[in-house]
């Protein structure tokens, strides 16, 4: 049972996230990204390993495989994500760390940057696992992990199975989104017929729940 002190800690914590969650603008706000957003919104969707830490907001990154979008390079650097009142990476950003990043393209700053408030842009790769977090992806149960050295509380999913569901999102959906000052989501529409989606559902669990979980628009 926690005591006194224990518990007015605690309170003010909650106070403080729930400050922030008020005074921050959306985007700030810990609400993790759907995952058909991140997937069918993000200007560049690559396989990568952080190559260098040349300062302390910035990651360059060794581009391994591209999965949509066009890096323009085989290095890229990338804005970190920075750790808030109510959201923080699973570890400490370290060279030799492999993940799929989704990023988008702050033209205003001229830098890439990784998508959501809560680091669910960030999905970390060991041998032939993706793990994900925020995401609550049906059917596989969310658990406790060792990755990359440190605990990582989320879902284990085939690097195969998550790799073609991604590459494959976008032939049926379209995500359009406003931009300014980041993205945000506005309506997913379909580019196939139901069969065409069902063939794509049927591929795995991961690729039907990314087809339920998508909010279609089908006004003209």
Same mark, same amino acid.
């Given at each position: ?59 360059? =990154?060794?581009?391994?495989? /591209?999965?949509?979008?066009?890096? $323009?390079?085989? #290095?890229?650097?990338?804005? *970190? %994500? ?49 793990? =994900?977090?925020?995401?609550? /992806?049906?059917?596989?149960?969310? $658990?406790?992990? #060792?990755?990359?050295?440190? *605990? %990582? ?68």
């Amino acid at each position: 049972m926690l005591n006194h002190a224990s518990r007015s800690l605690a309170a003010l914590l909650i106070l403080a996230c729930a400050s922030a969650l008020t005074a921050l603008p959306a985007e700030a706000k810990y609400a993790p990204v759907p995952l058909f957003d991140m997937i069918g919104a993000s200007d560049l969707v690559i396989i990568a390993t952080i190559d260098a830490l040349p300062s302390a907001r910035v990651m360059t =990154l060794a581009v391994e495989e /591209v999965i949509h979008g066009s890096p $323009g390079s085989k #290095t890229l650097d990338v804005q *970190r %994500f920075e750790d808030w009142t109510c959201a923080a990476r699973w570890t400490p950003y370290k060279v030799g760390q492999k993940a799929m990043f989704f990023l988008w393209r702050d033209d205003t700053a001229g830098q890439w940057r990784v998508r959501s408030a809560g680091n669910e842009g960030e999905l970390p790769i060991m041998g032939g696992s993706v793990w =994900l977090r925020g995401h609550g /992806v049906e059917p596989w149960p969310a $658990g406790e992990h #060792t990755v990359h050295g440190a *605990r %990582f509380y989320g879902q284990e999913i085939d690097l195969a199975t998550f790799v073609d569901a991604v590459r494959g999102y976008r032939v049926h959906f379209e995500i359009k989104v406003t931009r300014h000052p980041w993205i945000q989501f506005q309506s997913a529409r379909p580019l196939t017929d139901d069969a065409a989606r069902e063939g794509y559902a049927s591929r795995s669990e991961l690729h039907r729940s990314l087809v339920l979980g998508t909010p279609l628009d089908t006004s003209k």
